[in-house]
């Protein structure tokens, strides 16, 4: 009877979406690369321009020992998120910013770029190609990692011939252990991230290599991660080795201007509007460090931190405390916002969720 057909696709459906999420522990997930189905790879022409790309299984790429970003580092690389709604649509958080960013970076360094069409395509291709591995809603996400590389050969310095465009994906939870606990950072003296007329600000690989050492002398002595100053006169706030900061004195929340040393997150971005649809003061400027002395609170952002607490900086032997190990008022307040837009728990009325 049409009853017990419509009670059988009624129930293999079921089945269907059940085997739609990957059966993993989602409580256990940190921010650690889980392999998923398939990749996403566009080999630009010999033109530099790119054409068609395609989804491959997930595995190791072959490249040439010579080619321009093993030599030279000519790379860059994205990272965005997508999250799995209650209903099952699946949202994605700017992802044209990423594809804009990406264009700006790859021109600091000599590379062709896909187009912001190209680029939020492939991803899109690319998170739902891997969709059983977007974690359960309120699991955390789907993180999303573009890379650009310089492939063709080169021995010489030059800007490689050919390059390549890929997408993997992740799921991930936290990025730091302690979740929405309070980190504890420590300001580096010694190193700095970057420097004036350099790649501080495009999202480079090798800015990430440069802050390696600092870090793991940081996390050996215990702390969360370092807080770089500026290179020239070693007194203003830049940023933490994944993530941008925060800084919040009565109302007023400010964070370093994003001239060319800072990497200009898209989350970073957003918390601005975010804060200043809220009726705060937001200032984008030089921070000294001295103002971290008596902050209200401090918190850190980025697409992997999201907004990270600061319960602690150490500066100079001296360690400075916020927010009486708890979150504090305004970092709870813009966290729950920015997530719960990120997350589709409200309506966006800023139009920078994509849905699929
Ligand atoms: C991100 O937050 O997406 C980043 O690219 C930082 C990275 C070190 C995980």
Known sequence: STG?????????????????????DWDGLGFGL??????????????????????????????????????????????????????????????EENALRMIAGAERICMP???????????KQTVLANKRWIPPTGKGSLYIRPLLVGSGPVLSLVPASEYIFMIYVSPVGNYFKEGLAPINLI???????????????IKTIGNYASVLKAQKVAKEKGYSDVLYLDSVHKKYLEEVSSCNVFVVKDNVISTPAA???????????????????????????????????????????GTAVVISPVGSITYLGKRIDYGNKGVGVVSQELYSSLTSLQMGLVQDTMGWTVQL
């Open 113 to 123: 770029a896909p187009t912001v069409e190209q680029f939020v395509d492939a991803v």
């Open 187 to 201: 300001v580096e003296k010694e190193f700095h991230r970057a420097t004036p007329g350099g790649t501080g600000g």
């Open 34 to 95: 889980v392999q998923t189905d398939f990749m996403y790879i566009m080999q630009s022409s010999s033109d530099g321009t790119f054409n068609k790309g395609e989804l491959l299984p997930f595995g190791p790429i072959q490249l040439n020992p010579s080619a321009a970003v093993l030599n030279y580092g000519q790379g860059l690389f994205e990272g965005l998120k997508a999250y799995r709604k209650e209903d099952g649509s699946i949202l994605l958080f700017r992802p």
């Open 4 to 24: 017990s057909t419509m009670c059988k696709a009624y129930f293999s459906k079921k089945a269907l979406e059940a085997s739609e999420v990957v059966d993993i």
């Open 259 to 301: 001239k060319g040393t800072i990497l200009p997150g898209i989350t970073r971005k957003s918390i601005i509007d975010v804060a200043r649809s809220k009726g705060y003061q937001v200032e984008e400027r030089l921070v000294s460090v001295e103002e971290l002395l008596d902050a209200d609170e401090v918190f850190c952002s």
